[in-house]
T-cell receptor, first 115, second 112 residues
C-alpha cells in the first residue's frame, strides 16, 4: 500500500509568489493533518481535516495560509503571498481514525525555501 | 509551550548500548505515542501506549507511562547504527479533538 504522497519534495521560490503544496493521504484514512517543522519551533500542527471537513485550523499562522480538501484523496496547502519566514519543511499526515487508531502516517515532506 | 518535552535533547552512544529517552507532558491524555524521524524523511510511528497502560513492548522498544508524574520513557535496547534518528513523543488529549501535540525531540546518534 502506498504511503502518504507529497509533492513537490522541494520548492524554491521568491518572496511574494504563491506556493501550493499537495498531499495524497492513504486510502481509507479519515483524518488528514498538515504540519510545519522548523529548527526554532519544532513540529507544529497547522490544520486537520476529518472526512474532508476542516476541524481545527487554530495553528494556521496567518490569513496568507489556506488549506483545502476537495475529496478524500487530495489536499492542498497554499501560501499567498509567501514570505522568507515561511521557509520550513511541511508535512502531511493521515490516520485511520481517532483513539487507538490515531497513529499518524507521514509523508516525506516538502522542503520550502522562500528567497 | 509544547505539550510534550523530551529529554535529553541529544544522546550519543555506542552500538550495543541501551538508549533511554524521556518525555513529560502537562495535561490529561488519551494516549501517548512515540515516533522516529530519519534525516530528510517524515516521522514514522513506533508505538502507542494508552493512558490506562503502564508498559508496552515492541521488539527492542520498551515504553513506560506514569500518568501520576505525567511522564513517559522510551528504551531502545541493544542499539544499532540504524537507530540513529530523532525521536519524538506525541500526546493525544483526553476528549475533544483528535490531534497530537509533538515534543521537541531527542536526537540519538549510535556509533559503530
Amino acid at each position: 500500500d502506498a504511503g502518504v504522497i507529497q509533492s513537490p519534495r522541494h520548492e524554491v521560490t521568491e518572496m511574494g509568489q504563491e506556493v501550493t503544496l499537495r498531499c495524497k493521504p492513504i486510502s481509507g484514512h479519515d483524518y488528514l493533518f498538515w504540519y510545519r517543522q522548523t529548527m526554532m519551533r519544532g513540529l507544529e500542527l497547522l490544520i486537520y481535516f476529518n472526512n474532508n471537513v476542516p476541524i481545527d485550523d487554530s495553528g494556521m499562522p496567518e490569513d496568507r495560509f489556506s488549506a483545502k480538501m476537495p475529496n478524500a484523496s487530495f489536499s492542498t496547502l497554499k501560501i499567498q503571498p509567501s514570505e522568507p519566514r515561511d521557509s520550513a519543511v511541511y508535512f502531511c499526515a493521515s490516520s485511520p481514525a481517532g483513539g487507538d487508531q490515531s497513529a499518524q502516517h507521514f509523508g516525506d515532506g516538502t522542503r520550502l525555501s522562500i528567497l | 509551550s509544547q505539550q510534550g518535552e523530551e529529554d535529553p535533547q541529544a544522546l550519543s552512544i555506542q552500538e550495543g548500548e541501551n538508549a533511554t529517552m524521556n518525555c513529560s507532558y502537562k495535561t490529561s491524555i488519551n494516549n501517548l505515542q512515540w515516533y522516529r524521524q530519519n534525516s530528510g524523511r517524515g516521522l514514522v510511528h513506533l508505538i502507542l501506549i494508552r493512558s490506562n497502560e503502564r508498559e508496552k513492548h515492541s521488539g527492542r522498544l520498551r515504553v513506560t507511562l506514569d500518568t501520576s508524574k505525567k511522564s513517559s520513557s522510551l528504551l531502545i535496547t541493544a542499539s544499532r547504527a540504524a537507530d540513529t534518528a530523532s525521536y519524538f513523543c506525541a500526546t493525544r488529549f483526553s476528549g475533544g479533538y483528535n490531534k497530537l501535540i509533538f515534543g521537541a525531540g531527542t536526537r540519538l546518534a549510535v556509533h559503530p
